[in-house]
């Protein structure tokens, strides 16, 4: 694929459901973020992934939040038990390398929570 | 921590002005910052990346300049149109970090 892509595009959920949502990176791309971006605000980092080092995992908000991925390639973010305030626009990056590399960002999945 | 702000959060301009848009950052120890570009409801599209060695880059009308020693860059746009109407943000990355971002500013160009 020529870009990032993410799914679904959309979610709508009730409070308290668990939800899943993928990452497929850049092919080649050894890292992988994960951001949230609320209405109307910047985006917050949630966990990065760089190759086969243990990932970075300090911008997670509560143990809800848990996040994998398989080698370098596809990653899901799992929303556990969501809550209202979980409602935000989810974004995934990748890049070639590490922090020294471009980052390309998939169009993301947008999460509401009823 | 490194925090990142942007100035002017919102901005107006008429069709075809040459305009400056400021990013700050609190630790000057970067490895590199990238401007990114957002339309309403959309991800983010790359527009320049520079590295901390490197002074400034340039894409088509686009020109960005870094001075790391006072935690500066700037996003020069020249020839403003409508279609460069979208939300810039810029993000700087400590090596070994994460990306932090700042919190964009909002231009407008009218026809």
């Known amino acids: 694929g020529a870009g990032v892509s993410q799914s679904p595009s959309n979610k709508v959920t009730e409070k308290g459901k668990d939800v899943e949502l993928r990452c497929d990176p850049i092919s080649g791309h050894t890292a992988l973020y994960w951001y949230r971006q609320r209405l109307g605000q910047g985006l917050e980092f949630l966990i990065y992934?760089?190759?086969?080092?243990?990932?970075?995992k300090s911008g997670l908000p509560s143990d809800r939040f848990s996040a994998e991925r398989t080698g370098e390639s596809v990653s899901t973010l799992t929303i556990q038990r969501t809550q209202q305030e979980d409602s935000a626009v989810y974004l995934c990056?990748?890049?070639?390398?590490?922090?020294?590399?471009?980052?390309?960002f998939g169009p993301g999945t947008r999460l509401t929570v009823l | 921590k490194q925090e990142v702000t942007q100035i002017p959060a919102a901005l107006s301009v008429p069709e075809g002005e040459n305009l400056v848009l400021n990013c700050s950052f609190t630790?000057?120890?970067?490895?590199?910052l990238q401007w990114f570009r957002q339309d309403p409801g959309k991800g983010l599209t790359s527009l320049l990346l520079?590295?901390?060695?490197?002074r400034e880059q340039t894409s088509g009308r686009l020109n960005a300049s870094l001075d790391k020693s006072s935690g500066r860059s700037t996003l020069y746009i020249a020839a403003s149109q409508p279609g460069d109407s979208a939300t810039y943000l810029c993000a700087v990355n400590n090596y070994g970090q994460n990306f932090v971002f700042g919190p964009g500013t909002r231009l407008s160009v009218l026809p």
């Open positions: 992934f760089q190759g086969n080092s243990a990932p970075d």
């Open positions: 990056a990748s890049s070639l390398g590490g922090g020294a590399s471009e980052q390309f």
């Open positions: 520079i590295q901390s060695s490197q």
């Open positions: 630790d000057s120890a970067i490895y590199n």
